[in-house]
Nanobody, 124 residues
Framework: QVQLVESGGGLVQAGGSLRLSCAAS????????MGWFRQAPGKEREFVAA????????DYPDSVKGRFTISRDSAKNTVYLQMNSLKPEDTAVYYC?????????????????WGQGTQVTVSS
């Protein structure tokens, strides 16, 4: 069993930055990847970023590539999402996810545990 606790969300103006954190506890020895997804009202869950726990290889969709950076601190079982040049369309609840395999990191069903979500609001 794994628990994920997210923090760092908030309200920022367009062009600003936020850094999200997600700390994992429980059976953390099973971490193979962690990722971030987001969901805006009335929209489907959207892949944001993923990092492979062992080698640190990252993956991003075109919508955030060059603006967002995912990183992990293996010693702390924590993943971060640095978000720069934020746009109003980035407004959503951001969810941290934990996966026991390295398979298809851009797909939500490839993850096994989820955090409670943290709200990110970007004003114009």
């Amino acid at each position: 069993q794994v628990q994920l606790v997210e923090s760092g969300g908030g309200l920022v103006q367009a062009g600003g930055s936020l850094r999200l954190s997600c700390a994992a506890s429980g059976r953390t020895s099973s971490i193979y990847k962690m990722g971030w997804f987001r969901q805006a009202p009335g929209k489907e869950r959207e892949f944001v970023a993923a990092v492979m726990w062992s080698g640190g290889v990252t993956d991003y969709p075109d919508s955030v590539k060059g603006r967002f950076t995912i990183s992990r601190d293996s010693a702390k079982n924590t993943v971060y999402l640095q978000m720069n040049s934020l746009k109003p369309e980035d407004t959503a609840v951001y969810y941290c996810a934990f996966g026991r395999t390295v398979a298809i990191p851009a797909v939500a069903s490839a993850y096994d545990y989820w955090g409670q979500g943290t709200q990110v609001t970007v004003s114009s």
